[in-house]
């Protein structure tokens, strides 16, 4: 039997080197990239990744699962264009299913301003190669017969964007199977393991101290989401970066009735449907600056009454779980991805509610620099002295739920 989807249901426990030539802080999605990158493309193995809590127990495991391309800037379509390419043979390439399916995106509108960004960002993303339509409330209504054109009588849709390739992973899913591949290259993966402290030497990073004790290492990447200001402030490095918490939740399970993904830009509300037949919901960042996952009723109460809105068969639904993950937003609402002022410090940050799309393609591109010092194309744009070099890529008009 091929090997293809092994079940695999524990990590391999080992003690940290006194060396690493790679140390990735933060166990998510984008720091397990990172590090089976390293080893799987540039045969560096001798690679360990520090998580504190247990793998994906960040933003990784927080999210909405949804994977998408249709940016608004020259400089975030390719990314994110490329990092769909890699999602879609990601199972393969891993050997492990992460269930991983295209269903399409459907992004609601409800004002002519909102409908003039759409068609702005359908023509830009038409010229990159990233399929992207502009519905009318005719066409709207034969995708997704379930949309109340009249958004409860409040707000009418008036059209919309659609984007065929806009697809769902499962996020635990994801990062097993990073996790997994990375450990059979070799890579060490510690969970429960604390970085306290970041030991920087006449300008270069030299190492991390851990609650295990300190590790020295020839490159540090840290890949912690929310909390990208703390670990970076440990090598005194300071980050353009506020942290918002962003909520979710889900109903009880019901039959199969929606495919991909509805939302509406105006209203700042997403809904699709997990493989399990739960309704899962997700909104915008709350506008307060938090590193609590605490979840809170306004938020329930509210995301529920918008989804009801355009979606009005959810009225009935019975919320069974709700969460709370950590968003680190930059002024652009970019990401920050390279080299930090400290040499040999590099930063994978900022990627706000963005992270778990964009992980493939910034595991490969982070890899490459690290390992050839030479920074990728696609992310020189998203260097960390941009902010003060006034060269920022503002791409907030891309998502509904800022």
């Keep these: 039997m091929s090997g293809l989807f092994r079940r695999t249901t524990f990590l391999r426990q080992t003690e940290p080197r006194p060396r690493y030539d790679v140390v990735v802080i933060g166990g998510g999605v984008s720091g397990l990239s990172i590090a089976y990158n390293l080893a799987a493309k540039h045969g560096i193995r001798n690679v360990a990744v520090f998580e504190r809590a247990y793998i994906g127990s960040?933003?990784?495991?927080?999210?909405?699962?949804?994977?998408?391309?249709?940016?608004?800037?020259?400089?975030?379509?390719?990314?994110?264009?490329?990092?769909?390419?890699?999602?879609?043979?990601?199972?393969?390439?891993?050997?492990?299913?992460?269930?991983?399916?295209?269903?399409?995106?459907?992004?609601?509108?409800?004002?002519?301003?909102?409908?003039?960004?759409?068609?702005?960002?359908?023509?830009?993303n038409k010229a990159y190669g990233v399929e992207t339509h502009i519905l009318t409330p005719d066409e709207v209504q034969k995708r997704c017969p379930l949309v109340d054109l009249t958004g409860g009588g409040e707000l009418p849709v008036i059209g919309a964007s659609y984007h065929p390739p806009g697809s769902l992973a499962r996020h635990d899913s994801v990062v097993w199977a990073y996790a997994v591949a990375a450990q059979r290259l070799g890579v060490h993966v510690h969970e429960g393991a604390e970085v306290t402290g970041i030991d920087v030497e006449g300008g270069r990073c030299i190492g991390i101290r851990t609650d295990r004790g300190a590790v020295s290492a020839g490159s540090v990447v840290s890949a912690v989401a929310g909390h990208s200001s703390l670990v970076a402030g440990m090598a005194s490095v300071r980050m353009p970066i506020r942290t918002h918490p962003l909520q979710a939740f889900v109903t009880e399970p019901y039959k199969h009735v929606l495919d991909g993904l509805v939302s509406s830009m105006d209203l700042y509300i997403y809904i699709s449907q997990t493989a399990r037949g739960e309704l899962l919901v997700g909104a915008e960042i709350l506008p307060y600056n938090t590193y609590s996952t605490r979840s809170t009723f306004d938020f329930l109460s509210e995301a529920a009454k918008r989804s009801i809105l355009i979606l009005p068969f959810m009225a009935k639904a019975r919320a069974m779980r709700q969460w709370t993950g950590l968003c680190d937003m930059t002024p652009d609402s970019s990401p920050i991805l390279g080299k930090s002022e400290v040499e040999d410090f590099y930063l994978a940050a900022g990627m706000g509610t963005w992270g778990f799309k964009g992980a493939p393609i910034f595991g490969v591109t982070m890899a490459e620099l690290i390992a050839t010092g030479r920074t990728p194309t696609l992310i020189a744009p998203f260097h960390p002295a941009r902010f003060r070099e006034d060269r920022m890529v503002p791409d907030a008009a891309s998502a509904g739920t800022h």
Excluded at 64 to 85: C, F, M
Excluded at 94 to 115: M, P, R
Aim: charged share 20%; no cysteine.
């Design 58 to 124: 960040g933003g990784s495991g927080r999210n909405t699962q949804v994977v998408r391309a249709n940016y608004n800037t020259p400089e975030t379509i390719p990314l994110y264009k490329a990092s769909l390419g890699l999602w879609r043979s990601l199972s393969q390439e891993l050997d492990f299913n992460i269930q991983f399916s295209t269903q399409g995106e459907l992004d609601l509108v409800h004002t002519h301003d909102a409908l003039e960004v759409e068609r702005d960002k359908s023509l830009l």
